[in-house]
């Protein structure tokens, strides 16, 4: 758990535990309450042989169910939202949202959920939908929430002097192939860092770090973007 979770603010919400709530949604994706007023559900699942994950953006708090713990976190306890995309080996189409809040655990929300050993099922649209409707509560409770796009600069820029050393590195490999003859070898390196390029140059465009509003959601950051 990060720093900023530790300790209690002054006229920091407690959290509660809640007693009885349910809505759990095995397969993922979004719902919303039987009787249209408790907020829209989102739920995925981590991994394979975890527990689904279910959250409730209700108007007075975010309620959390996960395996036997559940929790009910009032909005103005929420200290961070963080916004991030984080590809997985089996979908590279994979976003987080984080939560930090006064006494509660961080929490993970992924728009991919489990389905199978060799498939991580996309949930976009139920996802965005979440992200939204979260916004519009912290926007609307006005908490000192501080909202974060991306890596944390500490990671993403020490990553990006990598990256583009390594992608110099290849192209020079290539110019000397070309001027050695070697044209299997330099198209080989060629196709390698057009991969290369492709796959972080994505990772790196859309992690890029910066602050937002709640009412102005990074494209970059969500599903589609």
Known sequence: MGSDMDGDQPGAQKVHILAGF??????????????????????????LMGPPQVFRVA??????????????????????????????????????????????????????SWASLTEQRRQDAAYIAFVEALHRRLADARTEAVFDAGSPPWLYWP????????????????????????LIGAAVAGVFLAFYLWQLGTFFRRNRPGRYRPDAIPAAVLPGG
């Open 22 to 47: 349910s809505g759990s949604q095995p397969d993922g994706g979004s719902a919303t309450s039987p009787d249209g007023s408790a907020g829209p559900i989102y739920a995925f699942k981590a991994s």
């Open 159 to 182: 990553g990006v002097v990598v990256f583009v050393g390594i992608a110099v590195a290849i192209a020079l490999l290539i110019v000397r192939g070309l001027q050695e003859g070697a």
């Open 59 to 112: 108007p007075d708090a975010l309620q959390w169910e996960i395996g036997r713990y559940s929790g009910r976190i009032p909005y103005g306890a929420i200290r961070r939202v963080r916004l991030l995309y984080r590809p997985a080996n089996l979908q590279t189409q994979r976003f987080l949202t984080e939560i930090w809040a006064a006494q509660a655990p961080k929490l993970k929300v992924s728009s991919v």
